[in-house]
């Protein structure tokens, strides 16, 4: 879909804090803007599991590192106690080398935290504890040409992070030695601190070209005998008698960062001669306008109040800034990402509500999160790529990577949202390949959510996320939006749609779409009533919208007695429910109706046609019906449809939606495969009959295939999406299609928005 305007022409006057989508879509267009990330492959890394293993094998992908020539990728799978091995020379084909378990280097249960690489060496610090009073690691040298173990080093702790010098002089390990969540110390609460022992730096040199002459060094964090450092008291660190080290980076004059996560604080370090220069707190913020309620409603008037960043990652933006991302921990978490100058430990700029805004503008809220930390920022990386300084943050929560423009470090600017899976976990730049790399660590295989390694390329043209976006509220909020399983054309608005959000929020939205914009804009959201004018949840699964006025609604219910249609007024309020009629009723299970369309005839009289997802038990296997509502008469009648077989153990095939294509019906049969595994996600057509079903066994309608989008969803080079649910011909010719995203539950909450060409291109002539 070529943009008639572009996005960026709304965001002529973005706040300084980025929460507003940056003009990079434009770039396809207009030779002088930037260029921009393209997706261009995700990796399920359970693809990459030793023979043998069973596919549904937790197996995840943590932290990561390249070989120096950009083209061999290492990551760690703590959950598997293994590293793993990418060839990624060709970013859109990346391929799985293999792994090397850590059982055949030293236990079974020893497990890696971080890994790097320095010439033709992979360095792993490896959690070799056997408890959190007896915190022990090591770090292994692994040869990157055989896999075979060079040498190891006694760590003298459990590690957490790794990061090696720009001059290959040092590597720098965080020792956290970390708190034991359940245990409780002496005049404290469950999981406080102080729980020895105390955490340490880890100081590497690289002495002599092989690993066998490099050493080791300790750079304590407390006393001798355990009492607090002076300048870590002084700086107002949280509990300085357990410092416990988490996150490390360094800059170009090896100075060296180390977050305090627990203690809210950043400790520098001198790494030539392994001395403390300074330490400082990390702060407070009080955070306004976001959703710090779980309650199934987006609503950002919520505020959190002098709460501590607790920061987990840090990065050098040069050598004078760094930036952390304030993930939080057990007293806090901010919910976004800071730059402090190194000279004061002063904070000079914070993202302030923006983060979690940019999250409701992409449609990646998580709701469950709200009450918490809300996306929960943990990874921050810099890079500069064509000469422009980025950095990378990563919500581990909300599965997405803000890119923002670092080059006034005390001014970032965002530029552009990265989709990723569940989780990302790892963020590696890699601009000699214009590539950055992230690597996701939630895997669940009975729910379909899979680790991965995700590949961006830096380059010309539109990237495929986002295809949609919210505009800001009267008050200067992004519209919240989410769990959009339906779409229906706008009665004489050609370049305007509506979708209705499901189940996923109590509260049912009908969303308006600007599709004359690229990505597609909501614009905005009308809150569904019941009868008495309150604000009502309906399970939406279908919407239509009436050239007469108003809307009709496709509600599934929880049983078979809860399906019903429901037509609502142009202000959204609820003025007729017609129920599912009882013996149909009584044959379903969960899966009701999924979509709803009607039409009216040259007389006025309307008919509404609804589908069924599944079989109504007692009709014929494979045959899904299709219901015939006179809204006349008051009286149902049923078609069947013929739906597909699959052979994966646990899957069906259902229908999604339903839409009046001149005198056809369009329905989506669709699988619920996702990933790799996705089969079947089709637009079919059939014969709208002329009249009302006769009485008797089903009639089940010939059915003609309109549109494979199995094809358009693998195009995004992301994770292929469940649930293609919403689909409908514009008031322009073009037939849109959109994915439901399940609120980020189970899901990558990725929302995939779809222009497929004009109906006479999917349907043929009419």
């Known amino acids: 879909m070529l943009p008639k305007r572009t996005y960026a022409a709304l965001t002529t006057a973005a706040v300084a804090a980025g929460t507003l989508v940056a003009a990079s879509p434009a770039s396809a267009h207009h030779p002088h803007v930037a260029p921009t990330f393209q997706r261009t492959a995700t990796y399920p890394v359970f693809q990459n599991r030793p023979v043998g293993e069973d596919p549904a094998t937790a197996t995840v992908a943590e932290i990561s590192a390249v070989s120096e020539d950009g083209r061999t990728l290492v990551y760690t799978d703590a959950l598997a106690r293994r590293i793993g091995f990418l060839d990624i020379s060709k970013p859109g084909s990346p391929r799985g080398l293999g792994t090397l378990s850590l059982t055949e280097l030293g236990d079974a249960e020893d497990e890696p935290t971080s890994v790097a690489v320095v010439g033709q060496y992979v360095l792993v610090v490896v959690n070799t504890s056997s408890g959190y009073a007896t915190p022990s690691g090591r770090l292994d040298v692994i040869s990157l040409r055989d896999r075979k173990r060079v ?32 245990a409780t110390p002496p005049g404290g609460e469950e999981g406080d601190l102080p729980q020895a022992p105390a ?106 109040t002098d709460v501590r960043r607790e920061p987990d990652a840090v990065n050098w933006i040069d050598d004078r800034y760094f930036a952390t991302a304030n993930e939080g921990d057990w007293k806090g978490g901010t919910r976004g990402w800071t730059v402090f100058d190194s000279r004061t430990g002063k904070v000079v700029w914070d993202a302030g509500n923006s983060f979690e805004r940019l999250a409701v503008r992409y449609g990646l809220h998580n709701e469950d999160r709200a009450a918490k930390k809300g996306t929960e920022p943990e990874g921050v990386v810099v890079a500069t790529f064509h000469g422009v300084r980025y950095a990378f943050v990563g919500s581990e ?207 006025g009289r309307e008919v509404v046609w609804a589908t069924l997802q599944r079989e109504v038990k007692g009709d014929p296997a494979g045959v899904v019906r299709i219901g015939r509502y006179d809204v006349q008469s008051g009286t149902w009648s049923w078609f069947g449809y013929r739906i597909g077989t699959t052979e994966t153990p646990g899957d ?35 014969d709208m009959p002329k009249s009302a079903a006769a009485s008797g066994p089903l009639q089940v309608l010939p059915k003609k295939l309109a549109h494979d989008v199995l094809p358009d969803l693998r195009a995004t080079n992301g994770w292929t999406q469940e649930k293609l649910e919403g689909l409908t011909v514009g008031g322009d010719g073009h037939v849109y299609a959109v994915t439901d995203n399940d609120g980020l539950a189970d899901a990558t909450g990725e929302t995939v928005f779809m222009d497929l060409g004009s109906g006479k291109k999917v349907f043929g002539k009419r």
């Open 151 to 182: 040498t190891s080093f006694d760590l003298g702790g459990q590690p957490d992070s790794i990061t090696i010098t720009k001059d290959k002089r040092y590597a720098a390990i965080a020792i956290e030695n970390e708190r034991d969540e359940e």
């Open 199 to 304: 955490g340490f730096v880890q100081i590497v040199d690289f002495k002599g070209a092989a690993p066998q002459h490099w050493s080791t060094r300790a750079v304590p964090l407390t006393r001798p005998d355990g009492t607090a450092l002076p300048v870590l008291s002084a700086a107002g660190i949280v509990e300085p008698t357990d410092p416990e080290p988490e996150y490390v980076a360094v800059n170009g004059r090896n100075q060296l960062a180390v977050t305090l996560q627990e203690n809210n604080g950043v400790v520098l370090v001198d790494l030539p001669t392994g001395r403390i220069t300074k330490a400082f707190t990390a702060g407070t913020a009080t955070v306004r306008g976001i959703d710090t309620v779980k309650d199934g409603v987006i609503d950002q008037t919520g505020s959190i």
């Open 397 to 603: 929560r909300s599965n997405f990577v803000a890119v923002y423009d670092v080059s006034r470090p005390t001014a970032p600017v965002f530029r552009q949202m990265l989709a990723t899976t569940n989780g990302p976990e790892g963020l590696l730049p890699i601009p000699s390949r214009d590539l950055l790399v992230v690597s996701s660590e939630e895997d669940d295989a009975s729910v379909n959510v899979r680790a991965s390694v995700s590949l961006f390329q830096l380059g010309k043209g539109t990237p495929s996320f986002p295809g949609i976006v919210s505009a800001s509220d009267s008050d200067g909020a992004p519209i919240g939006w989410g769990a959009l399983g339906a779409l229906s054309a706008v009665p004489g608005r050609p370049h305007e749609l509506y979708t209705v959000t499901d189940a996923a929020y109590s509260v049912t939205k009908i969303m308006t779409i600007d599709t004359s914009r690229q990505p597609a804009v909501i614009t905005r959201a009308l809150t569904v009533k019941d009868a008495d004018g309150k604000p009502v949840g309906y399970d939406a699964e279908g919407i239509h919208a009436r050239p007469q006025g108003g809307f009709w609604l496709a509600v599934e219910g929880a049983t078979g007695d809860g399906n019903k249609l429901v037509r609502l007024d142009r202000d959204g309020v609820t003025r007729q429910v017609v129920p599912l009629p009882a013996d149909v009723a009584a044959g379903l299970a969960k899966q009701g109706f999924e979509g709803v369309t009607a039409t009216t005839d040259r007389s």
């Open 652 to 686: 069906w095939i259902g229908l999604s939606e339903i839409t009046a294509v001149g005198d056809k019906l369009a329905l989506i049969e669709r699988d619920k495969l996702n990933g790799p595994a996705a089969k079947i996600k089709r637009v079919y057509t059939v």
